[in-house]
């Protein structure tokens, strides 16, 4: 069964910084682009940023500068490097990419910024 599965989540005081990991499993013989997302109480899912098969990554203006999309194509695993933390930053982290062809979401990560 082709999943993605997502850790590194947490609670971390402003100002600092977590790594979150996305590895896919399963019968996997091609992976496209791949996200992440994120999801705030009471607000919509938003893209956080994005890296293309061939390594171009794109991001979302509140995080520029401060969140580095990278993959690891032998891992089949992307990360998600956030740095210099805000309060705002705190919800649910999902990742998501194309999969054979298909895409799939992962279950999502809590990352909680608070003093």
């Known amino acids: 069964q082709v999943q993605l599965v997502e850790s590194g989540g947490g609670v971390v005081q402003p100002g600092g910084s977590l790594r979150l990991s996305c590895a896919a499993s399963?019968?996997?013989?091609?992976?496209?682009?791949m996200a992440w997302h994120r999801q705030a109480p009471g607000k919509q899912r938003e893209l956080v940023a994005q890296i293309t098969a061939d390594g171009r990554t794109n991001y979302a203006d509140p995080v520029k500068g401060r969140f580095t999309i990278s993959r690891d194509k032998a891992k089949d695993t992307v990360y998600l490097q956030m740095n210099n933390l805000e309060p705002e930053d705190t919800a649910v982290y999902y990742c998501n990419g194309d999969l054979n062809f298909q895409t799939y979401w992962g279950q999502g990560t809590q990352v909680t910024v608070s003093s």
């Open positions: 399963g019968y996997i013989f091609s992976i496209g682009w």
